[in-house]
């Protein structure tokens, strides 16, 4: 089993930045693929962006480059770098873990999932 537990969400003003962290408890994920999701108020849960154990990442389009995903193994930590937010970038956020490393997009391929941080982006 593995426990993932999101931090570093709040509220902030636009063309802020913000850097969310999901650390992993109960073994190690360094070889899991690990990605963030986020899901605003009567939408689905959509993909941000994801990273293999390798440090393949990838990042939805709709990102347009000002949000990057990086990971720590020693730390057993995966964070989300979010600049220059917007008001439509407010969310939860949420870290998820797939043990096969594949690195999809869908929501359903991931095994683990956090709580959820919020962000609010305000105008």
């Known amino acids: 089993q593995v426990q993932l537990v999101e931090s570093g969400g709040g509220l902030v003003q636009a063309g802020d930045s913000l850097r969310l962290s999901c650390a992993a408890s109960?073994?190690?994920?360094?070889?899991?693929?690990v990605a963030w999701f986020r899901q605003a108020p009567g939408k689905e849960r959509d993909v941000v962006a994801v990273?293999?154990?390798?440090?393949?990442?990838y990042s939805a389009h709709s990102m347009n480059d000002r949000f990057t995903i990086s990971r720590d193994n020693a730390k057993n930590t995966v964070y989300l770098h979010m600049n220059s937010l917007k008001p439509e970038d407010t969310a939860v956020y949420y870290c998820a873990a797939d043990v096969r490393n594949r690195g999809q997009i869908s929501p359903l391929e991931y095994d683990y999932w956090g709580q959820g941080t919020q962000v609010t982006v305000s105008s």
């Open positions: 109960g073994r190690t994920f360094s070889g899991y693929a």
């Open positions: 990273i293999r154990s390798v440090g393949i990442t």
